[in-house]
Nanobody, 124 residues
Framework: QVQLVESGGGLVQAGGSLRLSCAAS????????MGWFRQAPGKEREFVAA????????YYADSVKGRSTISRDNAKNTVYLQMNNLKPEDTAVYYC?????????????????WGQGTQVTVSS
């Protein structure tokens, strides 16, 4: 059974940093892109960042570009999201997901397995 487990969320002050992790189990995802999405209260889930199968290409939403870095360790079947200079508008539940294809994408329909999410709260 495929399982994605996010960790690393929490409460942080504006300007602070967090590193989210997503560990996958049940199968290897070294041939699949992986992504991070988030959903704030009352809003739709939105794309945050994606990384291709090899980790050589990354993609970011404009809202986090320059403040976030996505990376992966295929040996550990894990993807990370380092977030710096956090803002109150970054408050959301963050989800990781695995893509059906090897290249990164912002389109949610290209992702088939999803984690349960980890809460990130940024206080002003």
């Amino acid at each position: 059974q495929v399982q994605l487990v996010e960790s690393g969320g929490g409460l942080v002050q504006a300007g602070g940093s967090l590193r989210l992790s997503c560990a996958a189990s049940g199968r290897t995802f070294s041939n699949n892109a992986m992504g991070w999405f988030r959903q704030a209260p009352g809003k739709e889930r939105e794309f945050v960042a994606a990384i291709n199968w090899s980790g050589t290409s990354t993609y970011y939403a404009d809202s986090v570009k320059g403040r976030s870095t996505i990376s992966r360790d295929n040996a550990k079947n894990t993807v990370y999201l380092q977030m710096n200079n956090l803002k109150p508008e970054d408050t959301a539940v963050y989800y990781c997901a695995t893509s059906r294809v090897p290249y990164g994408s912002a389109r949610q329909r290209e992702y088939d397995y999803w984690g349960q999410g980890t809460q990130v709260t940024v206080s002003s």
